[in-house]
């Protein structure tokens, strides 16, 4: 396994932020916390970043910390965010032939569903951790004097 396709992830992490800040009931100028963590965890995903495994699970320990009506509007948002993006991982996923990058990009994707345990009875495919791009091999340099 090579890893998940980086521009299929940096797709992923864009479209997501842009229906997640469809989904906010308030004015994004003002965001809450867990808006805004949910918002750089996004960021993180469309950067490629190795930090999302973390992000995730502070974005868990925020929900954790709200009170009843702010859990279930943000369990909302980001249900609604998932499934949306989950649909089009599948519809992408298709088009491209099936490929084992994209059923890894998509079992991470499913990994969200740990931020409001709603991962714990699914019944889908979550990868064990997120799995980004495959490293870029090194390039060979021919300079001069070097052997």
Known sequence: MNGVPAEEQRWLGAEARAHYLRRSSG???NPSEFDRQALGL???????NSDIDEKIAGLH????QEGFLARFWDWNKLQTTW???????????????????????????N??????????????E???????PA??????????GVM
């Open 27 to 29: 004015p994004i100028s």
């Open 42 to 48: 996004f960021s993180s995903i469309e950067n490629c």
């Open 61 to 64: 320990e925020c929900w954790q």
């Open 83 to 109: 499934q949306f993006m989950a649909s089009k991982l599948i519809g992408r996923d298709r088009k491209m032939g099936k490929t084992n990058g994209m059923w890894q990009l998509r079992c991470n994707w």
């Open 111 to 124: 990994r969200l569903m740990l931020v409001t345990n709603s991962g714990k009875h699914s019944g889908f």
């Open 126 to 132: 979550m990868a064990p951790g997120w799995i980004g």
């Open 135 to 144: 490293p870029l091999a090194p390039r060979e340099v021919d300079a001069p």
